[in-house]
Each structure stands twice: as C-alpha cells, then as structure tokens.
C-alpha cells in the first residue's frame, strides 16, 4: 500500500487545515485508515482513526471536537479536517493504513508537517 499524504502548511491559532492522504495498492475498502502525529523527541502518537466501511472512527483527546477523520471510498482518500488548531497541534502528521481490524498499521505515509502559530 502507497501512502500519499497532503494539505499541513502554516497557520496561525485558530485556524483551520485540511490533510488528506490518498491510498493505492490494495483495495482502499479493505483498508483501516488513521492518522498520527510525531513532534521532535517524541514518540508518534495517534490523533485519529476510522474503519474500512466509515461507520466507525476515533479521536484522540486532544482531538475531540476539533479534529474530524473521514474517507472517501470513491477516491480511496482519507481526510482530516482539522479547526481550533493550537501551536501544541504542531507536529509532522503521518497518514496510516492496515488491513480491516488488524492488529498493527503496517503502512506508512511519508509525513506531512503541520506547523501553528501563536
């Protein structure tokens, strides 16, 4: 599976960002999608979840209410829809994928930074 994401940039406290991250290599309904964030120094943590059908999806705490994962199936794309951002949103986001109800997210998109402003 190729990973492809995109959409972080610079923006100021406040604001809002879209990333999306496209996917190919096997069929995108079968697929899992999430997406995690790493800051220098830290380890990689999650920010957001949801699963092949799109019925069920997960946020982090620091994310609720503020960040919004979806997909769409169509495009084998997934998104996340990122408002009230904060400068601790800083990171480099990292779109990932695996099989339906797997265990681990076997693969791995090259990273996207997001960068905020205060």
């Known amino acids: 599976v190729q990973l492809q994401a995109s959409g972080g940039g610079l923006v100021q406290a406040g604001g809002s960002l879209r990333l999306s991250c496209a996917a190919s290599?096997?069929?995108?309904?079968?697929?899992?999608m999430g997406w995690f964030r790493q800051t220098p120094g830290k380890e990689r943590e999650f920010v957001a979840t949801?699963?092949?059908?799109?019925?069920?999806?997960s946020h982090a705490d620091s994310a609720k209410g503020r960040f919004t994962i979806s997909r769409d199936n169509a495009k084998a794309t997934v998104y996340l829809q990122m408002n009230s951002l904060k400068p601790e949103d800083t990171a480099v986001y990292y779109c990932?994928?695996?099989?339906?109800?797997?265990?681990?997210?076997?693969?791995w998109g090259q990273g996207t930074l997001v960068t905020v402003s205060s």
């Open positions: 990932s994928a695996r099989r339906a109800s797997a265990g681990e997210w076997d693969y």
């Open positions: 949801i699963a092949d059908n799109g019925r069920r999806t």
């Open positions: 290599g096997r069929p995108f309904r079968s697929l899992d």
